[in-house]
Nanobody
């Protein structure tokens, strides 16, 4: 059984950098694509970034491309999300999620196991 734990969110100022952490339990980590999603108040869950099982391919939303970087360490079962040049519109609850298959995806419905979420607030 897979368990996802995300953390690291906090209040920052516009222009700051922040790295979110995600650690996944289970022996099948390298066979699972991972994703980061976010949900702002009153809005639907939005794709942020995804990485395939072996870490050779990534995808980003147009809103974060060039500012955010997703990576993974299959020896440590971690998937950090590095965020730079944060903007007030990046304010949201951020979720790390694990897919059952190794191919990356942008669709929330393709990810089976989700973390509890971590709040990122960017002040102007």
């Amino acid at each position: 059984q897979v368990h996802v734990a995300d953390s690291g969110g906090r209040l920052v100022q516009a222009g700051d950098s922040l790295t979110l952490s995600c650690i996944v339990s289970g022996r099948t980590f390298s066979s699972r694509a991972m994703g980061w999603f976010r949900q702002a108040p009153g809005k639907e869950v939005e794709f942020v970034a995804s990485i395939n099982g072996i870490g050779s391919s990534t995808a980003y939303s147009e809103f974060v491309k060039g500012r955010f970087t997703i990576s993974r360490d299959n020896a440590k079962n971690t998937v950090p999300l590095q965020m730079m040049s944060l903007k007030p519109e990046d304010t949201a609850v951020y979720y790390c999620a694990a897919r059952r298959w190794p191919d990356l995806s942008r669709l929330p419905g393709d990810f089976r196991t989700w973390g509890q979420g971590t709040q990122v607030t960017v002040s102007s």
